[in-house]
């Protein structure tokens, strides 16, 4: 499915990032990993790249370095809450942007120039079920993630004709030790898993899904 593309996949360290590395890699890509984890290599990539996402210069240098690519996979980004929307306190609302939208953004500036001079390729982003809609006390993550969507329907129409084919999931909960920590109580199996959603990802950063642009699929488990 993804037979000797090389895939760029961000945040390769977190449990969605290992399951898409994983399902690429099994699908024959030539995985390429970058996060902020200080490490020499990553589990389930070929080549790992320490970089700050967050950082547009250090991002931008990154990817010029990378040589030829076929696919970038935004897997990058966090999640908070607790925080209401009128709070004049809370730094919630810059530290969403940061690590969702900003690392998207400059991680899709570095990708793109690569991508057309292939003549084409996918990019894959990670949205949000949940940000479909304002939620209480989830406003910065809500207003972040959304955003995310925004700019791959916007991504979508402008790379379309270059051979780019640009498309999001958006999860339910992900079944991650994080997630089980925080909701103790729930239902683990009414959740989507990592490996779940890695297929999703899988099949949109492939070849057969090239007439797919600008969809934002929802990928929500049993809940």
């Known amino acids: 499915m993804l037979d000797s593309l090389r ?25 390429i990993g970058l996060d902020i984890v200080d490490t020499e290599s990553a589990a389930n990539t070929d080549e790992y790249r320490q970089v700050d996402l967050m950082n547009r210069d250090a991002t931008l240098e990154c990817f010029a370095s990378l040589g030829e690519i076929n696919v970038l996979i935004n897997i990058a980004g966090g999640f908070a809450m607790g925080d209401e929307a009128f709070d004049t306190t809370s730094g919630q609302w810059d530290s969403m942007f940061r690590i969702n939208v900003d690392t998207m953004r400059n991680a899709t500036m570095g990708a793109v120039p690569l991508l057309k001079a292939q003549g084409g390729g996918a990019i894959v982003n990670i949205g949000a079920l949940g940000a479909l809609s304002g939620q209480a006390s989830m406003s910065a993550y809500c207003c972040a993630k959304s955003s995310v969507m925004t700019l791959t329907e916007s991504l979508s129409a402008e790379l379309r004709h270059e051979g780019i084919n640009v498309n999001a999931v958006l999860p339910s909960i992900i079944d991650t030790p994080p997630n089980r920590r925080d909701m103790p109580d ?3 199996s009414q959740w989507v898993t990592p490996a779940q959603l890695a297929e999703v990802i899988c099949f949109l950063a492939s070849g057969a899904a090239g007439a797919i642009h600008g969809a934002l699929i929802p990928v929500k488990g049993l809940v």
């Open 186 to 188: 729930a239902d683990f």
């Open 7 to 31: 895939v760029v996949i961000t945040g390769v360290c977190g449990s969605l990032g290992q399951a898409t590395a994983e399902k690429a890699r099994r699908s024959g890509a030539h995985v």
